[in-house]
């Protein structure tokens, strides 16, 4: 699976929000504050097929930029 530039994007909105994401399988991605203040939905083009939790998604995202076309 390739994330698009959008989904990148959304992560990186994501992770001003809050620093762990879980993944539930679909093409829904969804984070919230953790003072529950603030929720934000996206809807994707990547349809994940198992649930994940991302712990820190900026050394994520920091991995990921160091690959010009990295597939998960």
Do not use: W
């Amino acid at each position: 699976m390739k994330f698009s530039d959008t989904t990148l994007e959304i992560l990186k909105n994501y992770s001003t929000i809050n620093q762990g994401l879980v993944v539930k399988p679909g093409s829904v991605l969804k984070t919230i504050t953790p003072s529950r203040t603030v929720l934000a939905t996206a809807i994707v083009a990547e349809k994940f097929p198992v649930a994940f939790a991302l712990y820190d998604l900026n050394k994520f995202l920091a991995k990921l930029s160091l690959y010009k076309d990295c597939e998960m």
